[in-house]
């Protein structure tokens, strides 16, 4: 510490942190989004040998999720600041209407939940809504629902589920549904947005938040924090994907041009994008499309032109 000039040393025995350098250190200070990256660096070890033995030609295609019991404490650590502090204030009411339903009733999805803190928040504001939290991951739905018995709240679930594998009983059954970024740890992402058509109910919004990237690595070279976000996908985001039957390893860098297309093939319009104010994702508020409908049903509610373009095989 005092040879990377963090801490001082007076004399030789008498360390000092001045003041404007632990500032910067804290969680409330400016340094605060260079802190929570920097809880990544546990989970990176944790799992750096795997990773090596994915590159020799014979070796794995990726690291599955059973190896990251410690990713959705740090996941959680990134994310439950930023929504603590906006997600009921400053997120939720750029959703048209969103409030509004919450505050009468709604019953909402959260895909890829992790430790579920935004549906516990979500949960404690608006009592008269049924939150419903999904997640892979067997260790994290166990802490959320720790979290939400500490939190007093009953009206979330969380389940132990496999976002592709949603059931068909569910069917219309979501007035909205959130994907904090999640969407590009699936397998099959075409196939997960299908099957959210399926589950959201028509005219309802889908809240989707990815990192605020291009899908060119070019276009990123002046991105802040880049070589951060290009390493925290290599050591999860991407071998987790990969690590799955098949799956396509998008990585939480694919961008936003992958990201609308796949948004848009998946049967979703995007009708706003922003960058919330000091988060590192682009917010795409999605409607199901038209096109949804023959995503779902097979049949075109226009045309034939629909019907072979919601015919077309996965990616």
Same mark, same amino acid.
């Given at each position: ?7 001082? &040393? ?11 350098? *632990?500032?910067?250190? !804290?969680?409330? !200070? ?9 809880? $990544? ?39 439950? &600041? =930023? =929504? ?14 969103? #409030? ?40 994290? &739905?166990?802490? $959320? ?33 959130? *994907? ?47 070589? #951060? ?13 990969? $690590? ?17 297309? *796949? ?5 979703? #319009? ?34 034939? *032109? ?10």
């Amino acid at each position: 510490m005092v040879t990377s000039r963090i801490v001082d &040393i007076e004399g030789r025995d008498r360390y000092v942190l001045p003041p404007h350098r *632990a500032i910067f250190l !804290g969680r409330e !200070g400016p340094g605060e989004e260079l802190t929570i990256l920097a809880c $990544a660096l546990p989970v990176q070890s944790q799992v750096f040998e795997n990773i090596v033995e994915c590159f020799r030609k014979d070796g794995p295609r990726g690291v599955p999720y059973d190896y990251f019991d410690k990713f959705h404490g740090f996941m959680s650590q990134c994310s439950n &600041i =930023w =929504w603590g502090k906006n997600l009921v204030s400053c997120f939720l009411p750029t959703v048209p209407g969103l #409030t509004e339903k919450l505050e009468s009733g709604i019953t909402v999805l959260d895909v890829g939940c992790g430790e579920g803190g935004a549906s516990i928040l979500m949960a404690k504001q608006y009592p008269n809504s049924r939150f419903i939290g999904i997640d892979i991951c067997d260790y994290a &739905i166990q802490q $959320a629902k720790g979290y939400s018995i500490d939190a007093e709240v009953d009206n979330v679930d969380f389940q132990v589920m496999d976002a592709h594998l949603m059931p068909d009983e569910w069917e219309s059954k979501f007035d909205y549904v959130l *994907a904090s970024d999640s969407l590009h740890d699936m397998a099959h992402v075409g196939v997960v947005l299908r099957k959210i058509t399926k589950v959201l109910k028509n005219g309802c919004h889908m809240s989707v938040l990815e990192v605020n990237a291009r899908s060119d690595i070019v276009d990123n070279m002046s991105m802040p924090f880049a070589s #951060t976000f290009y390493t925290n996908s290599l050591f999860h985001c991407m071998t987790v994907s990969l $690590a799955a039957d098949g799956g396509e390893g998008l990585g939480n860098m694919w961008g936003r041009e992958k990201t609308t297309a *796949a948004l848009n093939e998946g049967g979703f #319009t995007v009708i706003d994008e922003s960058v919330p104010e000091g988060w590192f994702n682009i917010h795409y508020v999605c409607i199901k499309s038209d096109r949804s409908t023959s995503m779902t049903t097979g049949r075109s509610p226009t045309d034939s *032109a629909t019907s072979t373009r919601s015919s077309k095989p996965d990616n």
